[in-house]
């Protein structure tokens, strides 16, 4: 993407993107308006970028399945991005209602160009052109979020919270750092506060550990959107668009106050475990059983491989609960191939995780964890780390109690 | 609009429309690609244009209207054009479905040019490339009725019943003389079956004859629609999608192998009369009057001037009852700077029509339609006549008997 700097700094631009809740009524859209009111008046230029109304795009993909079991990508696109165009026109009548001068574009009309790939296309450029010229003529700018059309005008979409991604995209094309991600929560948060009640709000987290978070079941925001802030350095505030409150800031860590050695635990409930017992521990094995994996398009998590005795090793992994029976049966396909002794899946699992860039930093928090966890008799299955987050494997029943017990002894203890 | 004449002959071009009810619902959708299926398979190339489906367009503007009163045209045109494009992807991924190549277009991606005005826009060009390189590779084309872009892509639509129009545009720059309008009812009429029981289903119709009942209140085809058709020759199949019988063409008279004195009867009831008597008969009073009224946007229909004595003149015309107030506020402040003795309004009436081409070659027509209403006692307020029509205004409660004297005189009578 071609990224020419700050364009016209004295329009003191910001990025907003409002997602399918804080659009989801006329009245909520109405709300909008107001809202962006406040931030014309304070002499900024707006750039919206908009979700579908509601469960909008849940209702498109409804309508289609009475239709066809396999729509085809490119014309589910053409459908899905009806709902944006719906958003955009609507909020820009809001503001015109109130005497705000505002104008509606598709991805079309701003020539967001994509790759062709359908319900999950990649952004390669924006023309700035028209938007700076609305801009320049006192006009909010009304974007239609999770759309784009490919080189040869045909319709795409960006994936599910791709709306995330546009917003980010418009943000680094104008020169801007500021982005604000309107949702219908009040920031990121250091726990599901359905499960943990001492949960707080976070005042700033870095992008990886939202990378992290996001990968990790914490679905606030897009994985794409932010790995495309980070590689602008586009600051993205997550906040409620049902109050005023300050929400979350997403931001390079080097400009973080406070940096907490784990800044969120998470648990991820949907995937399951197979174990792969026995089999000859020789190079290339490994290689091949997740290639066949990504060959079928099954979406392999965490990997560990242990050596037994004997020359045999064993191999666990988790895979999405859903592709549980399809695994299975290409892991004993290659079981008896490979004279294992056994394939074994165990679906009550979940994954609890910490994450936080403190841990680059800090050390034996790994072994403060499973001290933690000994304690409370929750067994560990399976470890894996990365920089800044440790998830481990544990039986399904445990999994409350295990964030409790991660969330008291580091977030809770390290802000007090 | 340019239009090249037959662009490739072999390929068989016929372009089908159909409307809101025809599409109204997942499984109609599905009965619309069974249809399409038999032309393929009969050989032809087809391509189709569609509207929204059943009453999506009326729940847009409901929506608008949650928002705004005076939603801004361009945020209206780009809000309802959201439509027609799920229609055209629900379409395709039901011939999909059924084994038919098929690719939807906005009328953005095949670049329907049409002016700026929003909400009434008119076409200037369509470009054909895309849709014949998609023919020659044996594919159904749809695209999105009722909309195009301007030439700076802002999406504009053409008016209520517009994809009317978009069809036998396509069908005119395609170079096919075959537009099938697939509607709820099976073709022209020769009267409102709710009244008049024996009417009966015309073959064929003139372009003028059907415009002319257009006017007079026969809603089945836009009035554009004709035009176009009529301009560039395009012979329009206007049957329902509910069966597979043979509906009404709207032809060129000189092709029409009979020509009824009288093809129909009609009965407008949104009208009511306004007389101003006894002004000043001196050129330029009714210019003046009529220029009030249109700087008012207000739609006059029927005009009769009659001269009285001492140079005082009556002027009596019609225009809709839910303009009344404001057209009789305009005439009372004409009529007392003009010294005239008083403005009178009747709202129950309506005006009884027939049209025919036949009236062109007869002679007596009007006075024996006046013969069978003095019969009948039924008494003519206004007459105004046109090359194929007659009108009437009559008192509302005999437009019922009117309107069944003029079927069974003229076209039961006629018919046998």
Redesign the interface.
């Known amino acids: 993407m071609n990224v020419r700097g700050n364009l016209m700094p004295e329009l003191n631009i910001i990025v907003q993107k409002y997602g399918g809740t804080s659009v989801g009524t ?1 009245d909520r ?2 709300a909008v308006a107001e809202r962006i009111k406040t931030y014309t008046a304070g002499g900024h230029s707006v750039v919206v970028v908009v979700s579908a109304m509601g469960k909008t795009t849940d209702e ?1 993909i409804a ?2 399945a ?3 079991k396999k ?2 990508s ?3 696109d ?2 899905l ?2 709902g944006e ?2 958003s ?3 909020l ?3 503001l ?2 109130i005497g705000i001068d505002a ?2 574009y ?1 991805g ?2 701003i020539k967001m160009i994509t790759d062709g790939n359908f319900s999950k296309a990649k952004i390669e450029s924006i023309e700035t052109d028209r938007i700076m010229k609305s801009l320049t003529e006192k006009r909010v700018v009304i974007v239609a979020g999770f759309q784009g059309i490919d080189t040869e ?3 795409t979409t960006l994936g599910r919270g791709g709306s995330d991604t546009s917003a980010v995209a418009l943000a680094a094309v104008l020169g801007t750092r500021d982005c604000e991600i309107y949702t219908d929560v009040n920031g990121v948060f250091t726990a599901d506060p359905r499960i943990i009640s001492s949960t707080s709000k976070l005042k700033e987290i870095s992008y990886d550990e939202m990378l992290e978070l996001a990968r990790l079941g914490a679905a606030v925001l897009h994985s794409r959107s932010v790995e495309f802030a980070k590689k602008y350095n586009i600051r993205l505030h997550v906040r409620s668009s049902f109050n005023y409150e300050e929400g979350t800031i997403v931001m390079p860590k080097e400009e973080m106050m406070e940096k907490f050695v784990i800044s969120g635990v998470t648990a991820k409930r949907d995937e399951a475990k197979i174990t792969i017992w026995d089999i000859p521990d020789q190079p290339g094995i490994a290689a091949r059983l997740f290639s066949i994996m990504g060959q079928n398009k099954l979406y392999v998590n965490m990997i560990v491989q242990s050596t037994g005795k004997d020359n045999k090793a064993s191999i666990s992994f988790t895979v999405l609960k859903s592709d549980l029976d399809k695994a299975m049966g290409l892991c004993e396909d290659l079981n008896n191939e490979l004279g294992g002794t056994a394939v074994e899946a165990k679906k009550d699992i979940a994954i609890v995780s910490a994450v936080g860039v403190g841990m680059l930093s800090s050390y034996g928090v790994a072994g403060r964890i499973f001290k933690v966890f000994s304690d409370r008799k929750i067994n560990i299955e399976m470890i894996s780390t990365s920089e800044i987050g440790i998830s481990c494997v544990i039986d399904e029943k445990h999994a409350d109690l295990a964030l409790k017990v991660l969330h008291k002894e580091f977030i809770e203890a390290e802000q007090q």
């Open positions: 006329p859209i109405k498109l309508l289609a009475q239709i066809t729509p085809s490119r014309e589910l053409m459908l991005s009806t165009q719906v955009i026109s609507l820009a009548m809001a015109h209602e104008i509606s598709t079309s009309q005008e045909n319709i």
